[in-house]
């Protein structure tokens, strides 16, 4: 009689120890390369944005015959709640240039629900988050805005910044340079008792106002860009050539690395400048999550990444329509 014995096999302690390790090198060389993948792959779909934006102003030019406005400020402006922004000449509405293209970029849903007078540059209409009941008093700030800006567009969000932390500062409603000032109006984190400027739809991207926008000074205005207060640039007036004319850029408006301060929202996003460079992300600046880069849509509806270290000369040259300064792309650090 045959007796047929069966024999369990089993990894040892040292051998079971030596396959762990392997795994995690593996996992430790595999978890870069996907991050690496992931991240140009949120690269090509920012670039994607900026592009159907460029182009957006392209065919809004094609129908009014010249370029959004970078903002739309109104000296007539009425606020149901004056004490709490910035009175006339400054006042409101702030309707912002990405507004203006909701049409072009197939947002239509939204566009429709935002009153015709926001688009009016003698508008009576006051500023868009302070004048539409209920107000928040809890926060001493006295908010109010529509239910339209609640609308989330994919292509206003940089796929890089899912930073969904709470804003130290609160929400950018309006956005713009004037006379060589930056003026920026943010909406305080709610109270328990009003409206939550978190549920406004955000934003990444912003116009270009060139050096510093307009100015009344001879030598800056020069550097002016194609986005300014109550603009209506057309394509002839930007002498340095589309090609080489900044439109639209990225921005974080916060810190980077480092604590969220604001949040840009596509209704607060006017007009931005250069002056202050990419290279110290703050809320003053065109800024990214992009190593090493932030990308630019161009006037010609190109797009084209810009070092982070570039200097700030040649980045307000490109960003100035009008200056006979003709940035060679070898400058732009990419």
């Avoid at 950018?172 to 340079?177: E, G, I, P, Q, S």
Wanted: net charge neutral.
């Amino acid at each position: 009689m045959y007796r047929l014995e069966s024999r369990r096999k089993a990894f040892t302690l040292i051998e079971l120890l030596v396959v762990i390790a392997i795994i995690a090198i593996l996992i430790g060389l595999l978890l870069p390369a996907v991050q690496k993948v992931r991240e140009a792959a949120a690269r090509m779909s920012c670039q994607n944005n900026l592009k159907q934006i460029a182009l957006a102003s392209h065919n809004y030019q094609s129908a009014y015959g010249i370029l959004p406005p970078g903002i739309v400020i109104s000296a007539n402006s009425v606020n149901a709640n004056p004490g709490f922004v910035s009175a006339p000449p400054w006042a409101g509405p702030y309707t912002s240039c990405l507004a203006y293209l909701l049409p072009f970029v197939e947002q239509d849903n939204i566009f429709r629900q935002i009153p015709s007078n926001m688009f009016d540059f003698k508008t009576t209409a006051g500023a868009w988050a302070y004048n539409t009941p209920p107000y928040d008093s809890g926060n001493g700030n006295m908010t109010g805005y529509p239910d339209y800006v609640k609308g989330q567009t994919k292509i206003f969000r940089c796929p890089s910044d899912g930073d969904s932390q709470a804003p130290q500062w609160g929400y950018v409603d309006a956005y713009w340079t004037e006379s060589g000032v930056i003026w920026v109006d943010y909406l305080p984190p709610a109270s328990p008792s009003g409206p939550d400027p978190a549920l406004i739809g955000k934003c990444n991207y912003i116009s270009n106002a060139g050096g510093l926008g307009l100015t009344g000074n001879t030598y800056w205005d020069k550097w002016a860009g194609p986005y300014t207060t109550n603009s209506k640039t057309k394509f002839e007036d930007i002498t340095d050539g589309t090609s080489n004319t900044l439109a639209f850029g990225e921005t974080l408006s916060s810190s980077y690395p480092g604590a969220r301060q604001m949040y840009l929202t596509w209704m607060g996003s006017g007009t931005m400048p250069t002056a202050w460079g990419i290279n110290n992300p703050g809320w003053y600046t065109f800024s990214s999550k992009h190593l090493g880069i932030v990308q630019f849509g161009y006037c010609d509806g190109s797009v084209h990444a810009i070092s982070k270290t570039i200097s700030t000369t040649v980045l307000v040259a490109v960003s100035g329509m009008g200056d006979g300064t003709i940035v060679d792309s070898n400058q732009l650090g990419n």
